[in-house]
């Protein structure tokens, strides 16, 4: 069983920058894909950023060049940088991770932009 815990969120204001990070209970490095998906309450949760076991990264239109997503095998974690943020940034951010056919998930992190 994978466990994945996220840490960083909080209140931040528009235009300003966080960090998240999430940390696996197993290695990471023959993990298929892991990402970063975010939800706001009554919305369906949506695709942030994923990274592959080979760096392949793939972004939402939202994000592009706002958001860095990044993995390290040594560490066990995957990180996203967030930078520039709006608003509509503001949602709970939820870590993934895909292995042997499996998916898991965290509990989630609180990100809220606003003034």
């Known amino acids: 069983q994978v466990q994945l815990v996220e840490s960083g969120g909080g209140l931040v204001q528009p235009g300003g920058s966080l960090r998240l990070s999430c940390a696996a209970s197993?290695?990471?490095?023959?993990?298929?894909?892991m990402g970063w998906y975010r939800q706001t309450p009554g919305k369906q949760r949506e695709l942030v950023a994923t990274?592959?076991?080979?760096?392949?990264?793939n972004y939402a239109d939202s994000v592009k060049d706002r958001f860095t997503i990044s993995r390290s095998n040594a560490k066990n974690t995957v990180d996203l940088e967030m930078n520039s943020l709006k608003p509509e940034d503001t949602a709970v951010y939820y870590c993934?991770?895909?292995?042997?056919?499996?998916?898991?998930w965290g509990k989630g992190t609180l990100v809220t932009v606003s003034s």
């Open positions: 990274i592959t076991r080979f760096g392949t990264t």
């Open positions: 197993s290695r990471i490095f023959s993990f298929n894909v």
């Open positions: 993934y991770a895909n292995y042997n056919a499996m998916e898991y």
